[in-house]
């Protein structure tokens, strides 16, 4: 499974047509400790680059975006009750939601590991 990134510091990781979503260890790194987490609805049409959800830390709040459009199929609702797995654990067990695309070619405009470090440095 190949790993995708947005400029706005999310990951995708594709199963089938299915991407689970969630924050780069980078951006976990520059909110600090998250104190709360707001996740899209279940069922819900998300399209790429929407806000569908809030991370607040104890130093900022911030809109969450999607890299991918699609159907919302699940959401970590441990994030509800231990909003920090965001913070220990941002690429395994602080994932956000998980989305089935509706149009797979949108993971080409997104950018491979070795890209998003770079972004991620300047």
Known sequence: ???KYSEDHEWVTMDGDVGTVGITDH???Q???IVFVELP???STIAASD???VVESVKA???LYTPVSGEVVEVNDA????PSLANSSPTDEGWFFKVKLSDTAELDDLMDEA???AFAAD
């Open 1 to 3: 499974m190949s790993t």
């Open 27 to 29: 951006a976990q790194g």
């Open 31 to 33: 909110l600090g400790d």
């Open 41 to 43: 609805e279940v069922g």
């Open 51 to 53: 806000d569908v959800g």
């Open 61 to 63: 709040a911030s809109e």
């Open 79 to 82: 994030l509800e009750a231990e």
């Open 115 to 117: 890209a998003y470090k």
